[in-house]
């Protein structure tokens, strides 16, 4: 396939993305979704950190700037996810474009990369409001310590790192999109399940260290271990130095996470394919 013609699917799936969540609501009601929404998660476990810090009487700032930023850039692992999940059902059966979309001179690979790059931009618009908005919730208003230079941070590290996390969650979303391919009513309840996984092994909200051997071995095979390392290494390098082998193994664990999600959906591309899968009505 020529690279114009690549490029243009990309451009085009990422504008069709755009349109298709912002459709639903005027500019003022989906830009306040879009704060609130991740938003809502870091105020609730910043909250409960509170006052389980008032309860045992001792607050750590460190601690509290690690559970930050972990829950903070974690939106990137959900926007991606869940928009790679919910693209198959929704333009197989919502709109039943998914025939047409397979049959056009683009690749549905490149539709779907193009649907995940959307995803990432409107991750990265809600991550920034979420850091300004709960730094001056938190350290404005309430008087919390957020021990993080966010002027002197190492933004060039942050953006490598985001560059390759990025390059990590997308394979990710494949595997779900080829789930979804092949079968039908679990692309709400699928990224749901493995971000809580994510989420629990992946070191967001406290130290992976913490937690069991088996599920340290569990963490440390995971990609989003490493990103969320990288990205605290950035800010928080007086604690977290460990900037360089974090990125190492971010890109080994990316790229293994890339042969298998391609992997996957290529074989359920062929299944579904094969198995007249690709306009399947799904009534409930």
């Known amino acids: 396939m020529a690279v114009n013609t690549i490029l243009r699917s990309v451009k085009q799936a990422i504008w069709v993305g755009w349109k298709v969540e912002t459709n639903w609501a005027d500019p003022l009601v989906f830009s ?3 704060v609130i929404r991740p938003l809502a998660g870091l105020l609730i476990v910043g909250f409960v950190f509170l006052i389980g810090s008032a309860v045992g009487g001792s607050f750590s700032p460190q601690y509290f700037a690690y559970m930050f930023i972990g829950n903070a850039f974690f939106v990137y692992v959900m926007q991606v996810t869940m928009t790679m999940s919910f693209l198959i059902h929704e333009d197989r059966s919502h709109y039943e474009v998914l025939k047409h979309i397979y ?3 683009g690749s549905l690979r490149y539709y779907i990369l193009g649907r995940a790059l959307n995803g990432v931009m409107n991750a990265a618009i809600s991550l920034v409001l ?3 908005l709960g730094v001056l919730i938190f350290q404005g208003l309430l008087g919390v310590s957020i021990p993080v230079d966010w002027l002197g941070a190492n933004y060039l590290a942050v953006m490598l790192s ?4 990025t390059a990590c969650m997308i394979p990710i979303g494949f595997i779900f999109s080829g789930i979804n391919l092949v079968t039908a009513r679990i692309q709400f309840a699928l990224p749901d399940y493995v971000s809580s996984i994510f989420y629990l092994l992946g070191g967001v909200v406290f130290p992976p260290e913490i937690l069991p051997t088996w599920a ?3 963490s440390n095979a995971l990609p989003i271990t490493y990103f969320l390392r990288a990205i605290r ?3 928080l390098a007086q604690s977290y130095g460990t ?3 974090d990125i190492f193994y ?9 042969v298998v999600g391609l992997g996957v959906f290529k074989a359920a591309e062929y299944k579904a394919r094969k198995d007249g899968l690709i306009d399947r009505k799904e009534e409930y």
Not at 250 to 258: E, I, K, N
């Open 32 to 34: 306040i979704y879009y």
């Open 103 to 105: 049959l056009s001179p």
């Open 130 to 132: 979420t850091i300004v």
């Open 162 to 165: 985001l560059i390759i996390g």
């Open 216 to 218: 340290q071995t569990m």
């Open 233 to 235: 290494s950035s800010f």
């Open 243 to 245: 900037f360089g082998m």
């Open 250 to 258: 971010l890109a080994v664990t990316t790229a293994v996470t890339a």
